[in-house]
């Protein structure tokens, strides 16, 4: 009897470990797909309204909503209309009617291109816009791992909940422990992801200041990817010392019915 309560004990104890390190699981993988599908890593304010931009000004976002703009071009049209910039696109807000002929309107609207998958591996240039200056080989491979890294960390988390699944079917533990190895690791690549981004950030701000009357902060969806990283670190330890502790306990209640 009291072999059969200690082990009814153990089940729930792990059970409970497992369930909460499934729930931090999901939880995680939902933020960062919301981050990885989102446009507000980095956010532009500025003091000077879109609508009261010159000529040169709006000849800069029609630039940029023709998808033909480079890095400084754009750039500037981020600090001069609100830009937002995400992984995968970057948006910014104009006046609906931008014609020139046209009075200032308050009526805004927002206008995003999205980073080409060339976009993503070409390279960055020592002076923003320069092709002649050289290749900037920092800010080039931080700009790709930015890329790829939350893809591998997406994959590491469902591949390790494919082998959670299996664990389930064989009513085994044991294979947790890779389930937590693939969830540590996802982890890794996020707090990476997180790393190269604030780096790339700097480095860009150091080639082209920003303005007296903009400011610029990270936004939520970048928020997101931060919080996630410790989710997935504290899933894979829960993880881990369910299968570990229950194999070890396993083995010690063996033992003590043998004798």
Known sequence: ??????????????????????????????????????????????????????????????????????????????????????????????????????????????????????????????????????????????WRLQFLLPFVSLGLMCFGALIGLCACACRSLYPAIATGVLHFLAGLCTLGLVGCYVAGIELLHKKLPLPGDVRGEFGWSFCLACVSAPLQFMAAALFIWAARTNRKEFTLLKAYRVA
Not at 5 to 28: E, G, H, K, P, Q
Not at 38 to 67: K, M, Q
Not at 84 to 101: A, M
């Open 1 to 142: 009897t009291f072999s059969f309560l200690s082990a009814a004990m153990m089940d729930n104890r792990f059970a409970t470990a497992l369930v909460i390190a499934c729930v931090l699981s999901l939880i995680s993988t939902i933020y960062m797909a919301a981050s990885l599908g989102t446009d507000f890593w980095y956010e532009y304010h500025t003091l000077s309204p879109a609508e009261n931009i010159t000529e040169a000004g709006r000849s800069i976002w029609e630039e940029f909503v023709s998808g033909e703009a480079d890095e400084k071009t754009y750039t500037d049209a981020l600090f001069r209309c609100n830009g937002t910039v995400g992984l995968w696109r970057r948006c910014i807000t104009v006046p609906k009617n931008s014609h020139w002929y046209s009075p200032p309107e308050t009526d805004m609207t927002t206008n995003c291109i999205s980073f080409s998958l060339s976009d993503q591996f070409m390279e960055k240039y020592i002076e923003p816009g320069n092709h002649n200056s050289g290749t900037d080989l920092n800010r080039t491979y931080l």
